[in-house]
């Protein structure tokens, strides 16, 4: 059997940190910077008031009360200022120009908010409420390196620079495409023998926790034909493809006996429990890459985290590897088979222990949906017993 390790590192050679394009910002969360974002001009632009209040020379408002004539109104966005002579005050909004001639914003929290002529109770330090230009940002220093995912901020620092649009690595566009013959949509009536399709969920929405454009494609049954013909149809839009079901050793496995005539795709036996057999490899003219997955509820899940999520993480340009664990102590034994890497679900808690649920078959979707972690029990290890310190994968 095949090492969970030599898999995913066979998936990390193959798959390729997809190319760099230009989008508009709108478009651009979620993706990953592709090129350095530099500031054209200092930020703020200009010397502006932090507070509603009035523009003075701080030294008239040392003795205080005072009161000075309030000569000009400068809102946000004004352009016409007139300037601060000694002896006046010009009342200021937040985020307007600080005019020539004032060092100092009084808050109008410490006057009586006059319009004609203002009385100001409380002496200011020169400097106070002004915001100086380049205090953020200064002309040409750059903002952003390449590599860094696009979060909201980053979407405002990159706006607040003044662009409109962006060099990125994309958000890797998967397509979900799930196989059986018993799967029917939910919403829909059961017949006997059959049962809702929950992997093209879970797989879809994993993939865009993951940051990638998840696609679910319409469930096909077992026939080879029909799952190739979908699966061409589906190939102009995909980064990669993640199929689920069919790739046992029973009959009726329809993405096994598609694809392993191509040559192009492997089909192997992992030393994991949960997810044993897995398929890997590339398909059509642009050599898309095709994760088929058991399908097993809980295999194709704890198969997408281990070997999909990073491969996800390579097509988006960021570092990528064995999934993350941390270290938690388990409140109850574990068994787990020799020679096969375990990923048991459980429950991780604040004070870092872990809990493994109830139901750890394969097919126990509630279970898997009350847990938030899978523990991780090495290949060599065959008991575990409570109290130990363990490896956990967050979910
Ligand atoms: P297979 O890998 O196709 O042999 O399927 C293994 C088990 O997973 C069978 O019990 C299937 O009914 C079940 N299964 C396969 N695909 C799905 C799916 N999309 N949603 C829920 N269960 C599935
Ligand atoms: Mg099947």
């Known amino acids: 059997m095949k090492s969970v390790d030599a898999h995913l590192a066979d998936i990390l050679a193959t ?48 003795g205080v009360p005072v009161t000075l004539p309030v000569v000009d109104d400068v809102a946000a966005g004004s352009d016409e200022l007139r300037a601060v002579g000694p002896g006046h005050a010009v009342r200021i909004m937040t985020g307007a120009p600080v005019p020539a001639g004032a060092d100092a914003v009084v808050p109008v929290e410490w006057t009586d908010g006059g319009t004609a002529q203002v009385t100001i109770n409380r002496p200011v330090q020169v400097g106070n409420a002004i915001r100086r230009a380049g205090e953020d940002v200064q002309a040409g220093e750059v903002v952003l390196k390449p590599g860094t995912v696009i979060g909201p901020a980053q979407l405002g620092i990159i706006a607040g620079v003044g662009r409109r649009r962006v060099w990125v690595r994309p958000r890797p566009r998967i397509v979900v495409l799930s196989t059986g013959a018993e799967l029917v949509e939910p919403g829909t009536a059961l017949r006997p023998g059959q049962i809702w399709d929950s992997n093209s969920f879970t797989l879809t929405a994993a993939v865009r926790d993951s940051g990638g454009e998840g696609f679910r494609a319409a469930t096909v049954g077992d026939d080879p034909a029909v799952f190739l013909d979908q699966l061409d149809a589906q190939l102009v839009r995909a980064d990669a493809i993640i199929t689920s079901g ?45 994760f088929a997955l058991p399908g097993n509820p809980v295999s194709s899940y704890v198969s997408f985290m281990v070997f999909v999520r990073p491969a996800l993480r390579k097509m988006r340009g960021l570092p990528a590897g064995p999934p993350e664990t941390v270290t938690a102590y388990v409140l109850a034994s574990l068994r787990s088979p020799a020679g096969r890497r375990s990923y048991l679900r459980g429950v991780l808690a604040d004070d870092g222990t872990v809990t493994p649920v109830h139901g750890q078959g394969s097919h126990q979707l509630a279970a898997l949906a009350s847990a938030n972690a899978l523990i991780v029990v090495p290949e060599d290890t065959t008991e575990v017993p409570s109290g130990t310190a363990v490896q956990v994968m967050p979910l």
């Open 246 to 290: 069919g790739v046992s050793m029973g009959a009726y496995e329809p993405v096994k006996e598609a694809l392993s005539p191509l040559g192009t795709v492997r089909f192997e036996k992992v030393a994991m429990q949960p997810g044993m057999p897995q398929g890997f490899g590339v398909v059509g003219d642009d050599q898309i890459p095709i």
């Open 15 to 62: 798959v390729r940190t997809l190319a760099p394009l230009e989008l508009e910002l709108e478009r651009a969360l979620g993706t990953t910077l592709a090129e350095e974002v530099s500031s054209p001009v200092p930020l703020p632009p200009f010397d502006n008031s932090a507070m509603d209040g009035y523009a003075v020379r701080a030294a008239d408002v040392s």
